[in-house]
């Protein structure tokens, strides 16, 4: 059979193919290598990214080598076995997905281990779902091509059904019976892990689309022959087979529609790695790689608290390792980890000593007074501009908080002690 598969590969537009995809597989990877780098489950996470792309392309290069053969031969007269053409087909397509794969892999295990990633290594539950999914996207493109039609009609209708099928389900609630259906751009943070059972509806949707994808070309064949009169007969062993595979293909269908979400909350570390700065700062240990950087801002930070008289939280600790104080580490920059020093320290300068009416005209200047700290202050902690892509959606007059920032201390302190005087009167206002 490993004889038969690899004919087919080489013969077919599938050598090729798995080429062109593993390229790109690593290209998509590497565009994005700054939010993996280093973090072992993001790595993860990293490989089946891609598919979101790549799936669609995968299918319609499998329907179209189909429809090719379907052209010249009937794919179902030897019927549904080991060592019949649909069986070698098929694995030609699953050894395309799993080499494509195995690229992404080598990309993640190659960087991580370059950049000095803490000990650890791939997490087997993202290489699952994202095999599951390349195998599914293969197996619909040959399901697709068994049907006939024009050269182009199955794989335009594979292209856009993988591509629906990946793209449907991104941006749902975590917690929604949607998420159980997730299978690209999962995060891979270090506080999130996938649900076993939904990692297993992952493989029994695939194992439906293969299955189905092998049962067609023959259930086609017999329903052809019903057409001109020529009906064979069918063993009992064999209609007892196709039964048990019916009840089997339902019930794998039922349980992929009754999974989990597929991502879910981690228990807390028992050993996350913590600095000695202060305010002291806790992380996941596998975000290692970032808590010398995260380290340098609250140092910067606290020496920034005791210039303007502010106050910070004794620790911050990583989102999910405890229940309060928490900030989210993003890629390798800090700029988020900073913007939370900074709204931390901003806050602290004029806080809020009574719950304020939620219409009263000072609180929108108050917040107003406060998002114009932050931002220096997070300019100050990172001691840069900010880069391009960071975005901001508080309404704050970047150009005026940069130009206050370039500006000498006596007009710092200044601008600083005017918005702090701002904020103490709207506090006064709503508070008698």
């Known amino acids: 059979m490993g004889v038969i598969v690899w004919t087919e590969l080489r013969r077919s537009v599938l050598g090729p193919g798995t080429a062109l995809l593993a390229v790109a597989q690593i290209a998509l990877m590497l565009n994005d290598v700054a939010a ?27 329907a179209y080598d189909t429809l090719r053969r379907t052209r010249h031969q009937s794919l179902g007269a030897a019927g549904v076995g080991w060592r019949v053409p649909t069986t070698a087909m098929l694995l030609a397509r699953v050894a395309m997905a799993v080499a494509v794969v195995t690229a992404g892999v080598l990309c993640a295990v190659v960087v991580n281990l370059t950049a000095g990633a803490p000990s650890g290594f791939v997490w087997p539950s993202y290489l699952v779902v994202a095999l599951a999914f390349a195998v599914g996207s293969v197996a619909v493109g040959m399901l697709l091509g068994c049907l006939g039609g024009p050269l182009w009609f199955a794989p335009v209708i594979a292209v856009l059904l993988v591509f629906l099928r990946a793209a449907w389900f991104q941006g749902v609630s975590p917690e929604s019976s949607e998420a159980a259906l997730t299978r690209i751009f999962l995060a891979g943070r270090p506080w999130d892990e996938l649900n076993t059972r939904a990692v297993v509806g992952a493989v029994l ?150 719950d304020p009416p939620p219409d009263h005209p000072a609180l929108g200047t108050y917040y107003e007074a406060e998002y114009d700290l932050t931002a220096l202050f997070q300019l100050q902690i990172e001691d840069s501009e900010r880069p391009a892509g960071y975005g901001d959606s508080s309404g704050t007059d970047l150009a005026d908080v940069m130009q206050v920032w370039r500006a000498d201390a006596d007009t710092r302190d200044a601008w600083v002690a005017q918005r702090v005087a701002t904020m103490e009167s709207a506090v006064q206002a709503w508070c008698t």
């Open 36 to 62: 993996w780098r280093g973090v072992w489950p993001m790595a993860s996470a990293a490989v089946g990214a891609p598919w979101l792309f790549l799936g669609p392309v995968a299918a319609g290069l499998s």
């Open 205 to 354: 949707e695939t194992g439906v689309v293969v299955a189905v994808a092998l049962a067609l070309p023959v259930l086609g064949d017999r329903l052809r022959a019903r057409r001109v009169g020529r009906v064979y007969p069918v063993a009992a062993r064999d209609r007892l087979r196709g039964l048990a595979a019916t009840a089997v293909i339902v019930t794998s269908a039922v349980l992929v529609l009754a999974s989990p979400p597929i991502a879910q909350a981690r228990p807390p570390a028992s050993n996350p790695l913590c600095s000695e700065t202060r305010p002291r700062v806790c992380v996941w240990p596998e975000d290692a790689l970032l808590l010398p950087g995260l380290a340098e801002k609250a140092d910067r930070a606290g020496a920034l608290a005791d210039q303007v008289g502010g106050r910070l939280r004794p620790q911050l600790d990583e989102f999910g390792l405890s229940r309060g104080d928490n900030f989210v580490a993003m890629g390798q920059g800090t700029w988020f980890f900073s913007d939370t020093l900074a709204a931390m320290l901003a806050s602290s300068l004029a806080p809020v000593r009574c």
